[in-house]
Every structure is written in C-alpha cells, then in structure tokens.
C-alpha cells in the first residue's frame, strides 16, 4: 500500500500488508517519523515512477521502529496509570 494517509498505511501493515507513507506535508512526515513508519517524500516521487523506485527512495529502519513502538507504548502506559 502505498499511500498520504498514515493511517490507512498504518492499518495496512497491521494487517500485514506492506506499506509506505507518501509524506506529502510535515504533519505526514512528523507522524511516519515519531512512529517509525516507511515513508517516503512526496517531492522524490514526482513525475514517472516506478514500485521499485518508491522502495528505493524509502526511508525505513525496523530496528528504530521496534524502538519507538517500546518507546510510544511506555508513554502509553505511563498516560494510563490510574485511568479507569
């Protein structure tokens, strides 16, 4: 899935299908960043290209995405103590 809204990217790779944001905007990017979700620049993607090309251009480390998630899950978690 490629496409400009984090979440429906997000879904897709929840569900276990590939995914990359089209980071058209900074709001886009800040949100693919913080979470560690693929994403690519809108402005590397103009004009003719191809799948291979968009998965060349992306920007993605599973190492720092598995960091973040522990990192955002434990603010989560922190937020939540004492919420009933």
């Keep these: 899935v490629f496409g400009q809204r984090i979440h ?17 905007d900074s709001r886009t990017l800040e949100l693919a960043h913080t979470m560690g979700y693929p994403y690519v620049l809108a402005s590397e993607i103009e004009g003719s290209v191809t799948i291979k090309s968009i998965i060349e251009s992306c920007e993605f480390d ?5 960091e973040q998630r522990e990192v ?13």
């Design 62 to 66: 599973p190492d720092r995405f598995d």
């Design 8 to 24: 429906g990217v997000i879904a897709a790779i929840q569900s276990g299908t590939a995914g990359v944001c089209v980071a058209f």
């Design 72 to 84: 955002l899950l434990a603010g989560i978690r922190r937020s939540m103590v004492g919420v009933k």
